[in-house]
């Protein structure tokens, strides 16, 4: 038998999705939900004997009622004042972004909304989501006093996932049976960017064992050497851990290549005393600088009285007239800020080109720029792979598919590639 029940709600309601962080007032959590009179009483006349369970279980008078037309009745909710999520809800793309910016909110209150969606969320259907969350938020994605919580920890393995790897989460899901075709193809993207990364730093700061030829001892020889199983191994040194070991910082030498940035006194006068020597040898007089998010914020700190970085060295100092600010429409501009991306001086332009790989390195003070005609970029074998098969690849055991590919640089006339750095 088919059992019909007429609903009754807004017609926004299906429309209607949780913002998480971006919510001003956040009305599920730390609220009373208000029921007006007549709205209450309709509740309470509903013929069907399971409807009106549920009101009787979760509507009530309210006590301390300021008017029948706004707050007779209310919804009980928990201690928290939470509203209950959809339990078995399965994480998406969307849910993920919502809640990675309500677990990096300030407010608490975000937190606890952001605990009861997973504590109510599909686990296995959602896992990709919850490892992807727990890289950085996984102590903020629980509350372990609530049974809730400990149950999601436990069955997720959420602080085992949290440090794990693309490809040691991969054997983990395998070994559990949650491995699924939508999961691998987004792991393998995962994959891709990692071997990116790792191969920017080895081509930015690696060094190698092996030396160089430039020293005495050095075994390096024939452009290559072997392991000991005789397995051919081409070392190569980074591009920035090049210059530092074999530049010169020799003040008023013309092969110094090396310059070092006081944050507390270096100041314009200073920048275009360094870029006299810096653009030497350089025909365009345009010098593209890779640096980390340090360098780039010295070069654009404006605060105090006269500011920071540079500018304040510098003596410099910005005026706004908010009321003359240029229009747009109907309303003001209200978007006002400091993004230098090029530093001009009588001796050439220093372009800054922020590179996140430095910001999280070996270096995160240093920059570099490197002369084009005096570098190379050598790749050995077939280019980058995609391995899958641990047999015919001869990959270790534990790694089911991963990316590959050798590379390797070569640097020319050394004092042409420039390093500084933020002291």
């Known amino acids: 038998m088919t059992k019909k029940i007429n609903k009754r709600y807004p017609v926004y309601f299906e429309n209607f999705k949780c913002i998480g962080g971006k919510c001003e007032d956040s009305c599920c959590i730390g609220w009373n939900i208000d029921i007006d009179k007549v709205t209450f009483k309709r509740y309470f006349k509903v013929q069907d004997p399971e409807m009106k369970r549920m009101f009787q279980k979760n509507v009530q008078n309210n006590e301390r009622c300021s008017s029948?037309?706004?707050d007779y009745g209310i919804v009980k909710l928990k201690k928290d004042k939470i509203v209950?999520?959809?339990?078995g809800t399965i994480l998406t793309e969307v849910e993920y972004d919502t809640l990675n910016k309500m677990l990096h909110s300030k407010d608490p209150?975000?937190?606890t909304m952001a605990q009861q969606l997973l504590?109510?969320?599909n686990i296995q259907q959602s896992i990709y989501w919850i490892w992807k969350l727990s890289q950085r938020n996984a102590s903020k994605m629980v509350y372990l006093r609530t049974k809730a919580s400990r149950a999601f920890a436990e069955e997720s393995c959420l602080f085992e996932i949290s440090?794990?790897?693309?490809?040691?989460?991969?054997?983990?899901l395998i070994n559990k049976g949650w491995m699924t075709s939508e999961i691998y193809?987004?792991?393998k993207e995962v994959a891709d960017r990692d071997h990116k990364r790792e191969n920017e730093l080895k081509i930015l700061y690696s060094r190698s064992n092996t030396g160089t030829n430039l020293n005495t001892g050095d075994t390096f020889v024939d452009g290559q050497t072997t392991d000991a199983d005789g397995n051919v191994v081409r070392p190569t040194y980074g591009l920035l851990t090049a210059i530092l070991d074999f530049g010169s910082s020799t003040v008023g030498s013309r092969e110094r290549n090396i310059y070092e940035i006081n944050r507390a006194t270096f100041d314009y006068k200073a920048l275009e005393e360094m870029t006299e020597n810096l653009f030497y040898g350089i025909p365009d007089g345009v010098m593209p600088f890779y640096v980390p998010s340090s360098i780039m914020s010295f070069f654009n700190t404006i605060q105090g009285?006269?500011?920071s970085g540079i500018a304040g060295n510098s003596k410099w100092s910005v005026q706004t007239a908010p009321n003359k600010l240029p229009s747009m429409g109907s309303s003001t501009m209200s978007r006002m800020g400091f993004n230098v991306r090029e530093w001009e001086t009588s001796n050439g332009v220093i372009q800054l080109v922020k590179c996140s790989t430095m910001t999280d390195s070996p270096y995160p003070n240093t920059g570099v720029a490197i002369d084009p005609d005096n570098a190379f970029l050598a790749e050995y074998g077939e280019g980058a792979m995609f391995e899958e098969d641990i047999l015919k690849d001869n990959r270790p055991t534990l790694i089911k598919s991963q990316f590959s590919s050798q590379l390797g640089v070569g640097l020319t006339n050394i004092s042409q590639h420039k390093a500084i750095t933020l002291v």
């Not at 209950?84 to 339990?87: E, F, G, H, R």
């Open 68 to 70: 029948e037309d706004i």
């Open 109 to 111: 209150g975000d937190h």
């Open 119 to 121: 504590n109510q969320c």
């Open 185 to 187: 193809l987004r792991l």
């Open 163 to 172: 440090w794990m790897s693309g490809t040691r989460f991969a054997i983990s």
């Open 305 to 307: 009285t006269y500011g």
């Open 84 to 87: 209950p999520a959809k339990v």
